[in-house]
């Protein structure tokens, strides 16, 4: 695919290189159209030896090929990093007072935007303004992540690493609908919650978390405003996605209802412990002496069905999930109906697929009868689906 990279002043340029490398060694064509003033962070001659094309800033260099109208039109993508307060706003404003500018409004593609500045200047409202009247035109503008800045501050305003910027870059080409989600807040579980017997060991399960993550920056990727309930994944936090770490089932619940009161749409990817064990030793279990004996279970909270049975905004769309080794449809069916929720996807464990692998298959289940088959492929196609099934719903 055909990449516009525009560059903004900001001293996050230096992890665009890591960028623009993943980018062409997978293949892709890259014309990096940075800022005049990014140049101070980044030069010409790095984007040159590192895309092979070459790079202006201005609309007056090779005038005969009208690069401010070709490079727009024939782009793919456009993907912005870091975008400044101040390129937002000239963005915003329709202005074109230099090549990427121009760009941006010769664009048909989709266009995607991540920010990166001190947090005082991303909360500001004159940026905030920036950012709902993009997203309100379908461009695609990343939250930030949050963490360390430059010098000793943090906050909201980090440009997400270059590895999950270029999974969010190929998440927008995925997609089908684009920006469908915008304006649209959304919850996603991911991962395996641990139930503690003592300090040192716990109740466990296999989920890696990576169908959840890729549920999560797809959603991003689409317009939403994500919140991801990771449990015991330690996989980098997607692009654009707001990350709330958890262990156990109790601290999921707490994090998924909370969240839920203001969501649009809820997908449980999480593998929630349905039992701990009733009591948690404050000391270490040692093995000295007689055999401790069978651990003793106490219940955990459905959270699934818990949210499906006090739906807090009317038209609220919950998809949870179902591992199944055996009777896929049947079982989908009885859980569909027990959860109370409006879709489950349920998933055949095994012969290489859910639990820790790239690729996925799904039977999709609706509470109005509807049923949905992905075939074996990667998790961010199914990811892909479920969020077309939302958006359907959500009208
Ligand atoms: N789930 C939940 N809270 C729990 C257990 C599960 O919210 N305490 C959610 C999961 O996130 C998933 C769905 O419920 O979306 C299916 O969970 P699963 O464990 O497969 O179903 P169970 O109802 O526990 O049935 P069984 O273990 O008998 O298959």
């Known amino acids: 695919m055909r990449v516009v990279l525009g560059v903004g002043a900001g001293i996050a340029a230096y992890k ?23 140049l101070h962070f980044v030069g010409a001659a790095t984007w040159q030896a590192l895309s092979g094309e070459p790079v202006s800033t201005e609309v007056w260099e090779q005038a005969e090929d009208v690069p401010h109208v070709r490079i727009g039109q024939q782009a793919d993508l456009v993907f912005v990093a870091p975008a400044t307060a101040d390129l937002l706003a000239r963005a915003a404003a329709g202005l074109a007072d230099d090549l990427l ?11 995607v935007f991540a920010p990166a500045m001190h947090t005082e200047m991303w909360q500001h409202p004159a940026t905030a303004a920036s950012v709902a009247l993009l997203r309100d035109r379908g461009v695609i503008v990343l939250d930030p992540a949050s963490g360390r800045l430059t010098g000793a501050d ?3 305003g980090r440009l997400p690493e270059p590895a999950e910027l270029f999974q969010a870059a190929l998440q927008v080409t995925r997609g089908r609908a684009l920006a469908d989600l915008a304006g649209r807040q959304v919850v996603v579980s991911a991962g395996g919650t641990r139930e503690e ?3 040192v060991r716990f109740i466990g ?5 990576l169908q959840g993550y890729a549920i999560a920056r797809a959603g991003a990727c689409r317009g939403a405003k994500v919140t991801l309930v990771a449990a015991n994944t330690g996989l980098p936090d997607p692009a654009g996605v707001s990350v709330v770490a958890v262990k156990s089932a109790a601290e999921m619940r707490e994090a998924v209802v909370g969240a839920a009161e203001h969501a649009d749409a809820i997908v449980m990817a999480a593998a929630v412990a349905d039992y701990r064990p009733a009591t ?3 000391t270490k279990l040692k093995k000295t002496g007689a055999n401790p004996g069978p651990i003793e279970l106490a219940e955990n909270a459905d959270i699934l069905r818990e949210i499906s049975a006090t739906r807090r905004l009317p038209g609220q769309v919950i998809v949870g999930f179902g591992a199944e080794t055996a009777d896929l449809l049947a079982n989908g069916k009885a859980k569909l109906a027990a959860k109370g929720c409006d879709l489950i996807v349920m998933n055949q464990v095994g012969n290489g697929l859910a639990f820790g692998t790239a690729d996925n298959e799904a039977e999709i289940l609706g509470a109005d009868g509807s049923r949905v088959f992905v075939p074996r492929g990667p998790k961010e196609v199914l990811a892909e689906v479920i969020w077309d099934l939302v958006a359907e719903r959500l009208g």
Request: hydrophobic share 30%; aromatic share 4%.
């Open 16 to 38: 665009v290189c890591e960028l623009l490398r993943l980018f062409t060694e997978s293949g892709h064509q890259v014309r990096v159209v940075p800022t005049r003033d990014s």
């Open 101 to 111: 500018t121009n760009v941006l409004l010769t664009a048909r593609c989709p266009v």
């Open 154 to 156: 943090s906050g909201p």
């Open 197 to 199: 017997i003592d300090p």
């Open 205 to 209: 399960n296999w989920s890696s978390g």
């Open 280 to 282: 948690r030793s404050e």
